[in-house]
């Protein structure tokens, strides 16, 4: 299958403010990808299929998960915020044959982070938090973090997120708080280095 083809696909199950969400990702990954010296053409199908099962009519999407065959925590079943990514990159393996670990987690893990980030999932993880179309309070100044440090810019955005999680009462997902505190030893790590 072709990304035009790909793009086709998403336009039945998304709705069109999904699929121009995903092409800014797209756009955004790849000058991220430019300034951390990761691959484009890999930043560029992470980002396109991101968001692949964003789909709209829930019931169908429980339907899809249902039949899946991925196995999944408890919580992240059922959540289509957690498990989106899980479905895209499972049809990225299974339907599209492409084998590709780093693209794989870029994709699986995009709205939990997880320990051990590869420099392509944190470009992922923060072109679909930075986005020109993302307004939220603080997002430009993250964007402009995300293109000086990389690490520094997925650990603020993690914890935006959790601050957001607190506040709502909502689940935290331990991958999450794992991924927050790897992000903190590398940045204080790196502190020490440099001031020790
Ligand atoms: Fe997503
Ligand atoms: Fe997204």
Redesign the pocket.
């Known amino acids: 299958m072709t990304k035009e083809e790909v793009i086709g696909r998403m336009k039945k199950n998304l709705s069109l403010s999904r699929i121009d969400?995903?092409m800014r990702?797209v756009d955004t990954a790849q000058q991220l990808a430019e300034r951390y010296g990761v691959d484009p053409e890999r930043a560029e199908w992470a980002a396109l299929l991101?968001?692949f099962y964003?789909w709209q009519d829930k019931d169908a999407y429980a339907a899809a998960l249902e039949t899946s065959g991925l196995s999944l925590d408890k919580e992240t079943a059922a959540s289509q915020e957690l498990s989106h990514g899980w479905m895209a990159a499972e049809f990225m393996q299974s339907t599209l044959g492409i084998e590709d670990e780093e693209i794989y987690y870029a994709i699986a893990t995009?709205t939990t982070g997880r320990s051990g980030m590869s420099l392509l999932e944190k470009v992922i993880y923060l072109a679909?938090r930075v986005e020109p179309g993302r307004t939220h309070p603080g997002c430009e100044q993250l964007r402009s973090l995300a293109f000086r440090d990389l690490d520094r810019a997925v650990y603020i955005a993690m914890n935006q997120t959790l601050e957001y999680l607190l506040k709502n009462h909502a689940y935290i997902h331990p991958r999450t708080i794992e991924a927050r505190n790897d992000l903190w030893r590398n940045i204080t790590e790196r502190k020490e280095r440099i001031e020790g």
Do not use: E, R, S
């Open positions: 969400h995903i990702v991101h968001d964003k995009h679909d």
